[in-house]
């Protein structure tokens, strides 16, 4: 069984950084892809950034330049670097984990993480 816990979300000043991490247990993370979706209230859930298995990354507009992930493949995590925060960033904060197997696409989520940008 696959499960995903995030940690890392804080209370952060306009400007401020935080790490976001996302621990997978079960098999099968050295081939998965991950990413980081958010969900602001009023709001539908929103992709930020993903990590191929190989490592290739993308951002979505409003993330690059400002957040970086990365995955550490011998720890089964997945991190979200955000710097130059902004309110406009306050949301909770999913990973998500998608792998093929047989052909078919399998998905998991975490169970999110608040990150709340104010002063």
């Known amino acids: 069984q696959v499960q995903l816990v995030e940690s890392g979300g804080d209370l952060v000043q306009p400007g401020g950084s935080l790490r976001l991490s996302c621990v997978v247990s079960?098999?099968?993370?050295?081939?998965?892809?991950m990413a980081w979706y958010r969900q602001a209230p009023g709001k539908q859930r929103e992709w930020v950034a993903l990590?191929?298995?190989?490592?290739?990354?993308n951002y979505t507009d409003s993330g690059k330049g400002r957040f970086t992930i990365s995955r550490d493949n011998t720890k089964n995590t997945v991190y979200l670097q955000m710097n130059s925060l902004k309110p406009e960033d306050t949301a909770v904060y999913y990973c998500?984990?998608?792998?093929?197997?047989?052909?078919?696409?399998?998905?998991?989520w975490g169970q999110g993480t608040q990150v709340t940008v104010s002063s």
């Open positions: 079960g098999s099968f993370f050295g081939i998965s892809t």
């Open positions: 998500k984990l998608s792998r093929v197997l047989l052909g078919i696409v399998n998905e998991y």
């Open positions: 990590i191929s298995s190989g490592g290739s990354t």
